[in-house]
Each structure stands twice: as C-alpha cells, then as structure tokens.
C-alpha cells in the first residue's frame, strides 16, 4: 500500500488500471470487480478506489449492484443493436459537416497511428485500443455539431467492454496502422463522402452484431442486462 499517495492521483491511478483491464479484455463485460483485489494491486487504499468506481460507473463502463458490488457493464443482443443504432445515426450527422484539419492536426493523427501500431507490436492491445478511440474521436471532434459529438463519445465509452472482443489490433499491427493511415490521407483529401464511409464502418459492424458476437448474452423473458 501506498498510504502517502495523494488522493487524485491514487484514484486517476485506480482509473488507469482499471480502464486497461477494460480494454484489454482481462475484465470482460459481467465480471466483477474485485475490490480488494485491485486495492492491493494498484497500491491504493479503499476510499480512492471505491472514488474511481464510482467515476467508470457513470461513464457507463461499470454497474453497480446494491449489495453485490461493481460489475463491468454487460448488454443483451437488443441492447447492444440499440447502443450501436444511437452512435450510428449520431455519428452520421456529427460528419454531416467537418472543419477540415490543419497539417499540423493531420500530423499529429499520423503520429497517434503510428503510436498505436507500435503499443500493438509490444503487446500492450490496452493502450493501442484507448489510443484508436481517440484517434476516431479526434475526428468526430472536427464536426462543429458539439452536442451531438459529446453523445457520440458517451457512447463509445459505454461500449469500450466490447472492443478488445471486436478490434484485434494485435494480429497485423501493420495493416492495422496502415488502415489510419487511410483515414489520414482521405482527411488531407477532403473527401467527405469517404471519410464517412471508413468511420462508419466499424460502428455499422457493432450494429449487425458481427463486433461482438457471441459475447453478448441473449435477450430472455425476465432477464434483465446489467446497464
């Protein structure tokens, strides 16, 4: 324990921690959290801890069950269809209009592809899967609609469970890097029309079901889904 850490930075460690187990997959959608378990890992006591579950709860990412404790957030079928429909159609009018990027800003999303191609090569999938949310939500950021892109990045914080089941960066960091590359040089172009077809892309997979597959549990008489 580290019992001369200061409280915000226990709890944004805790946060890290925690979000990296998300997104790798080592806490899978229903899996409880052990709260223990990750006082002793993380080097925190219990207040900053119990602080960030109560933070990646209303992002959406946890659940809370009244004397059951924090579980990783966890949809039916129908549930992820609506979830996937709502970024769907608010991804779509946020690329409606986009204020083109600098060369500077085409730069900088060049340097995050690479960084992200790179985290995958080492073995780190957790931080390459943060980094590609920032680099889709970095350009959704583009659209002047800030509302709409606000509800755009809710959403995708409340389907981040699913994305280590459904976005294998880890298989060909290659092509993985070279597909936002893509993204880059259709940005440079201005080619809206193709802009939106790649973003979309993934977000119409979630739809359809094929992101995430057989992970999700099925919709049932009485079942109700923990989110």
Not at 55 to 76: P, R, S
């Amino acid at each position: 324990m580290s019992p001369s850490k200061p409280a915000g930075r226990a709890t944004a460690t805790v946060l890290s921690a925690l979000r990296a187990a998300i997104l790798s997959g080592d806490l899978g959608p229903g899996e409880q959290i052990r709260q223990q378990l990750w006082a002793d890992r993380t080097g925190v006591s219990r207040p900053p801890l119990r602080e960030a579950l109560e933070i990646l709860t209303n992002e959406g990412l946890l659940v809370h069950g009244l004397n059951q404790g924090y579980f990783v957030a966890k949809f039916n079928r129908d549930e992820m269809e609506q979830l996937y429909t709502m970024r769907l159609l608010l991804e779509r009018e946020a690329l409606e209009e986009i204020e083109w990027p600098s060369e500077a800003q085409l730069a900088e999303l060049e340097n995050v592809a690479d960084d992200i191609e790179q985290h995958a090569r080492s073995g780190r999938p957790d931080i390459a899967l943060q980094e590609l949310a920032e680099f889709y939500l970095g350009i959704y950021e583009l659209s002047p609609k800030k509302l709409i892109v606000e509800e755009v990045k809710r959403l995708w914080v409340r389907t981040a469970a699913y994305r280590s089941l459904s976005v294998d960066v880890s298989s060909d960091p290659g092509r993985s890097g070279q597909r936002l590359h893509v993204i880059v040089d259709v940005l440079r172009a201005k080619d809206l029309p193709r802009l939106r077809e790649l973003l979309l892309r993934p977000t119409l997979r979630g739809r359809s079901g094929m992101a995430v597959g057989p992970h999700v549990m099925p919709p049932g008489p009485g079942r109700r889904a923990a989110g």
